[in-house]
């Protein structure tokens, strides 16, 4: 599993309320990702960090937030939680072994906004 | 825009018969395809890549093709397993841009039935 903790793994909340997942891992890896999954889309990137307190955007990062303070953790949050973020949110590390590497993924968080 | 697409959401086959999924895609830019499985209530599991100087990759029963020209890969399973029954995703990245952002299909769901 790439020594990856997703928590909480499932969580409801309300609309308007503050939400963060977090991801931690255990192997000092540079990059991690956050990933949401909808049915028809598939996976899509919420963020990306690629060191401590390096992070930028990936394709729906609207409504979300990210924080790398720690090599170890990356926090995803949603600073005002909407229907449209419920989804299943997955962590993802990046083995760097050459010029392209897979990405390995947590067990996933179930968010329902209400 | 989709830049990835499985255009076929489910698949079903007879076990110890061939499973082929198939991916398409629209960025030339992109250099690197991988597959992934993903069994209801866990993270997405690396199966299978490719890097676009090759037109196939092997690992047991699972077989990658891509055709540059077409913009088109496919996964072949063979023999294939009732234990293959999953989501598959295609998974394309630019490899230039060395920042492991994937794009993801929206997936295939496979049954195979004993």
């Known amino acids: 599993d790439a020594g990856i903790t997703q928590s909480p793994r499932h969580k409801v909340t309300e609309t308007g309320t503050p939400v963060t997942l977090r991801c931690h891992q255990t192997?000092?890896?540079?990059?991690m990702y956050w990933y949401r999954q909808d049915p028809g889309h598939g996976l899509r990137l919420i963020h990306y960090s690629y060191g401590v307190k390096d992070t930028d955007k990936g394709e729906v990062s609207d409504g979300y937030s990210v924080s790398r303070s720690k090599t170890e953790d990356f926090l995803l949050t949603l600073e005002s939680a909407t229907s449209s973020q419920t989804s299943v949110y997955f962590c993802?590390?990046?083995?760097?072994?050459?010029?392209?590497?897979?990405?390995?993924f947590g067990q996933g968080t179930r968010l329902t906004v209400v | 825009d989709q830049q990835v697409k499985q255009n076929s959401p489910s698949l079903s086959v007879q076990e110890g018969r061939i499973s082929i999924l198939n991916c398409d895609y629209t960025?030339?830019?992109?250099?690197?395809f991988l597959w992934y499985k993903k069994y209801p209530a866990e993270g997405p599991t690396f199966l299978i890549s490719i890097s676009s100087i090759k037109d196939k990759n092997e690992d047991g029963r699972f077989t990658v093709f891509l055709n540059k020209s077409a913009k088109h890969l496919s996964l072949h399973i063979v023999p294939s397993q009732p234990g293959d029954s999953a989501v598959y995703f295609c998974a394309a990245s630019a490899g230039s841009s060395n920042t492991g952002k994937l794009i993801f299909g929206q997936g295939t769901t496979l049954q195979v039935k004993p």
């Open positions: 192997e000092n890896h540079r990059y």
């Open positions: 993802a590390i990046r083995l760097e072994q050459g010029w392209n590497t897979e990405a390995f």
């Open positions: 960025n030339s830019m992109f250099d690197y």
